[in-house]
C-alpha cells in the first residue's frame, strides 16, 4: 500500500514540477520578448502582466539597453 501511493505521489510531483517548469520557461521568453520590444521599439505595447513581473521587464530592459548604448558608444569610439 506504502509503496503505491509512493508511486502515485512521485509521479503527481513530476507532472507538477514540469508544469511549473513550463510556466517559468513562457514567462521568461514572454519578459525578453517585451525587453527586447522596449529596447527596440520607440512605443512598444504595454505588458499587461503581474506587476512583479512588469519589474523584472522593466529592469532587464535597462539592463540590456544600457550594455547595447556601452557597446555601440565603444565601437563608434573604436572606429573613430
Same mark, same amino acid.
Request: hydrophobic letters at 35%.
Given at each position: 500500500? =506504502?509503496?503505491? +501511493? ?7 510531483? +513530476? &507532472?507538477?514540477?514540469?508544469? &511549473?517548469? %513550463? ?5 521568461? !521568453? ?11 521599439? +520607440? ?6 502582466? =503581474?506587476?512583479?513581473?512588469? %519589474?523584472?521587464?522593466? @529592469?532587464?530592459? @535597462?539592463?540590456?539597453?544600457?550594455? !547595447? %548604448? !556601452?557597446?555601440?558608444?565603444?565601437? !563608434?569610439? =573604436? @572606429?573613430?
Amino acid at each position: 500500500m =506504502d509503496a503505491a +501511493r509512493t508511486k502515485i505521489l512521485n509521479h503527481r510531483i +513530476r &507532472v507538477i514540477k514540469h508544469e &511549473v517548469t %513550463e510556466r517559468q520557461e513562457a514567462l521568461w !521568453a514572454r519578459t525578453c520578448d517585451q525587453a527586447i520590444l522596449n529596447i527596440t521599439n +520607440r512605443n512598444p505595447p504595454p505588458l499587461d502582466a =503581474d506587476p512583479k513581473l512588469q %519589474e523584472w521587464t522593466y @529592469r532587464l530592459t @535597462r539592463f540590456h539597453k544600457t550594455l !547595447a %548604448e !556601452a557597446k555601440a558608444e565603444d565601437d !563608434a569610439n =573604436d @572606429r573613430a
